[in-house]
């Protein structure tokens, strides 16, 4: 099967899609369809939501998010990669779903999940009742249940960014990385350096080991690289219910307004003193500059067209 290279096509965050993007996304979205619990797949692949129509799901209840193939630069070269999933429940009550059932706040999320596949093809959930995960035995065909009530431990020594940005980071990040680089024997520094480029894989170690996941904004990328309703918020869901924190540097990644599909969003994701100690940094040293606060204030007024 023809499933390497590009697609020949750009998606609307100006990236080119891989021919196993756009596999990844039609099959989701069919087996949806045939579920029936699902009105509107919004996608990163799609640049609208897409209405789930037909018998089947007429009474839908369910608004489902999904960047179907996360990491999909590392297709080519068999590293892991991810699908990312999250489920909030509709709130519109009359015809068709909206865009307003999207632009939830994280906080609304009924389900987020995660699928790694890596040396063994895992499902990472949670219903907001703890997180479980389950590994795929292919003899059988079934998830079973192999790590029950992951816990992310409160303090780890990987840090986890795309350090070739450095130049681009504000001054808070860089000073963390400073600190992670120093040697300190109470506290395991320095700590170590991991990056894969799929945030699903890079956060699967993490939890299971310890450590923090930085994606900052940078003085290219003003609002970050990172999506917040299929990639932030549904990981910020999982690391929370695991004993973790995930914030933009400064706020709860969960409590974000939700102004648009594909907003992006700074994201700072892991073990809960690694994450305070980065976001310490952040206030001293790189305060949010005045247009990003009034933005802010717009957003939390509900005026559509602040940060995107
Ligand atoms: P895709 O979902 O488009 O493959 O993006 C992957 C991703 O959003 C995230 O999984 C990675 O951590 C990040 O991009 C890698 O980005 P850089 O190549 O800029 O480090």
């Given amino acids: 099967m023809d499933i390497f290279g590009d697609m020949g096509t750009i998606n609307i965050q100006g990236e080119s899609q891989k021919k196993l993007d756009v596999f990844a996304n039609e099959q989701f979205i069919a087996a949806l369809k045939s579920g029936g619990e699902c009105c509107i797949v919004a996608s990163e692949e799609n640049d609208e939501f ?6 089947v799901s007429k009474n839908a209840k369910y608004i489902f998010a999904i960047d ?5 630069s590392n297709i080519d070269v068999n590293v892991a990669v991810g699908t990312i999933f999250s489920i909030y429940r509709r709130i ?3 015809g068709r779903a909206t865009l307003n059932d999207v632009l939830q706040k994280g906080t609304e999320q009924v389900a987020a999940g995660y699928i790694i596949y890596g040396s063994s093809t895992m499902l990472v959930y949670t219903t907001g009742k703890g997180v479980n995960g389950f590994t795929l035995d292919p003899s059988i065909g079934e998830f079973c249940l192999s790590h029950p009530k992951m816990k992310i431990p409160e303090d780890g020594t990987i840090y986890s960014i795309n350090e070739g940005n450095y130049v681009h980071f504000p001054e808070g990040v860089k000073k963390y990385l400073k600190y992670c680089q120093v040697e300190d024997e109470q506290s395991s520094r320095p700590y170590t ?10 956060l699967h170690r993490n939890m299971i080991k310890g450590g923090i996941f930085i994606y900052p904004t940078t003085s290219g990328a003003p609002n970050g690289k990172l999506r917040l309703v299929y990639e932030c918020n549904p990981m910020a869901f999982i690391i929370e219910q695991a004993g973790g924190r995930a914030t933009d540097g400064y706020d709860r990644i969960l409590d974000k ?3 648009s599909l594909h907003q992006r969003s700074a994201i700072f994701i892991g073990s809960k003193n690694m994450v305070l100690k980065v976001e310490e940094l952040m206030r001293t040293h790189s305060s949010k500059s005045p247009e990003e606060r009034a933005a802010e204030k717009m957003e939390k007024l509900g005026i559509v067209g602040g940060i995107d």
């Fill in 50 to 55: 897409v209405h789930i129509d037909g018998e």
């Fill in 257 to 259: 307004n939700v102004t």
């Fill in 193 to 202: 350096s991991r990056y894969i480029g799929s945030m699903v894989a890079d």
């Fill in 92 to 94: 519109s009550v009359d």
């Fill in 68 to 72: 179907p193939l996360d990491g999909s």
